[in-house]
């Protein structure tokens, strides 16, 4: 599992139309590429922080909470799910997102 | 809507649990995931193993990735896995995501990007959606 964090917040209200687009459409390129390359399993993007809700398990009972898990300044963006030999074969898929701008990718395997 | 569920727990806990408890801890899993499919939302899900096992890979505004080993956060709690469901609206998945069996634990819920919407036609959750 590839999960992407990057700075989201500041994307979805700075980035121009034409440049959202443009990174789309990067991503679109990319899920082509892995999909053709029969490695893609699964993948979504989400929609913005602000529209996260969070529940915590405390002492039986769920707490209920407006906006993301995490309050830091990077949050998570999306996933792919991706079939690959080794996590080196991963990370070489995780170099080519078209994240940009200082995000991070942390690849994780799945339990079998 | 489709919504991803991000599950995010102190994996500790795991290691410390007793066989018995492990085991009791898979089947809480194993009916989550069930009552998911059975009641038609369930779209994919998968556990992550430790975050010990994690690689890192940052993509720096210029120049090459840097690759390195761990998570991406070293907080106590890690990201352990994931659901992704399509339900009606967001109190339906509230519902789900408040059954999730990981006490102590915590559930971040958020919308799926509707490509089609965004006007991305190179984009789709086809991949997704067939799981």
């Known amino acids: 599992m590839l999960a992407i964090y990057s700075d989201e917040t500041s994307w979805w209200q700075d980035t121009p139309a034409d440049e959202m687009d443009a990174t789309l459409a990067a991503y679109g390129a990319f899920s082509d590429e892995a999909r053709a390359s029969g490695v893609l399993v699964s993948e979504a993007g989400l929609e913005p922080p602000p529209e996260a809700k969070t529940v915590r398990m405390r002492s039986g009972a769920a707490v209920i909470t407006d906006g993301p898990y995490a309050d830091g300044k990077e949050q998570l963006g999306g996933f792919y799910v991706l079939d690959c030999a080794t996590i080196d074969e991963a990370a070489e898929w995780a170099a080519k997102l078209p994240i940009g701008d200082d995000g991070c990718v942390e690849i994780r395997a799945i339990i079998e | ?131």
């Open chain 2, 1 to 131: 809507m489709k919504y991803l569920l991000a599950l995010f727990g102190d994996e500790s806990r795991w290691g410390e649990a007793t066989p018995e408890q492990q085991a009791a801890s898979m089947k809480g899993w194993d009916d989550f995931t069930k009552a998911t499919i059975e009641a038609g939302v369930h779209l994919g899900g998968e556990g992550l193993q430790p975050s010990a096992t994690a690689t890192t890979v940052a993509i720096p505004e210029s120049g090459d990735p840097i690759v390195s080993d761990g998570p991406f956060a070293e907080t106590k709690e890690q990201l352990a896995g994931y659901y992704l469901l399509d339900c009606k609206d967001l109190d339906d998945v509230l519902g789900w995501a408040k059954r999730i069996p990981m006490a102590g634990g915590t559930v971040e819920v958020r919308p799926v990007m509707d490509y089609e919407a965004r006007g991305s036609e190179a984009h789709s959750n086809e991949a997704g959606a067939a799981r």
